[in-house]
């Protein structure tokens, strides 16, 4: 893996083997640090598909604690449309066990798993990194 950018909050990595950009929330962020952090790797994402095709996401959210309603509404309704008119096909979203349950996967997943303009997303959960990178890679 190597590391495209990283602060205290966030990291923002490639896996050339599958290949997809991976992010990290490492700690608690603002809406508008979350925001930023997720807008700059997705510039990554964007720079980075002339060289792997196709470029997945995987966002590893093990140490999210919760997903705030305004991320949640800003994920659905500007960066997902987004990052599929950029070409993104496929994400994968890595939760704690006890949050996945916690969690009401519908307010995101009702909107992901639609058609956008410029292409369809397919989302998927899991609980291990390791069965988010073999879901990518498969």
């Given at each position: 893996m190597r590391?495209?950018?990283?602060?205290?909050?966030?990291?923002?990595l490639l896996?050339?083997?599958?290949?997809?950009?991976m992010v990290?929330y490492?700690?608690f962020?603002?809406?508008?640090?979350?925001?930023?952090?997720?807008?700059?790797a997705?510039?990554y994402?964007?720079?980075?598909?002339?060289?792997?095709?196709?470029l997945y996401?995987?966002?590893?959210n093990?140490?999210?604690?919760?997903?705030d309603p305004?991320?949640?509404?800003?994920?659905?309704?500007?960066?997902?449309?987004r990052?599929v008119?950029?070409?993104?096909?496929?994400?994968?979203?890595?939760?704690?066990?006890?949050?996945?349950?916690?969690?009401s996967?519908?307010e995101?997943s009702?909107n992901a798993?639609?058609?956008?303009?410029?292409?369809r997303?397919e989302?998927?959960y899991?609980?291990s990194?390791?069965?988010?990178r073999?879901?990518?890679?498969?």
């Amino acid at each position: 893996m190597r590391i495209l950018f990283e602060n205290e909050q966030f990291a923002c990595l490639l896996d050339e083997e599958i290949p997809c950009v991976m992010v990290q929330y490492r700690s608690f962020q603002t809406v508008g640090e979350m925001e930023a952090n997720v807008d700059r790797a997705s510039d990554y994402y964007d720079a980075l598909q002339d060289v792997y095709h196709p470029l997945y996401w995987l966002s590893d959210n093990r140490d999210q604690l919760e997903l705030d309603p305004e991320v949640i509404h800003w994920a659905n309704e500007t960066w997902l449309p987004r990052m599929v008119q950029l070409g993104l096909s496929r994400i994968a979203l890595v939760y704690r066990r006890q949050t996945m349950a916690a969690l009401s996967l519908d307010e995101f997943s009702k909107n992901a798993m639609l058609d956008f303009p410029g292409g369809r997303l397919e989302v998927a959960y899991f609980a291990s990194l390791e069965d988010a990178r073999e879901w990518l890679a498969g």
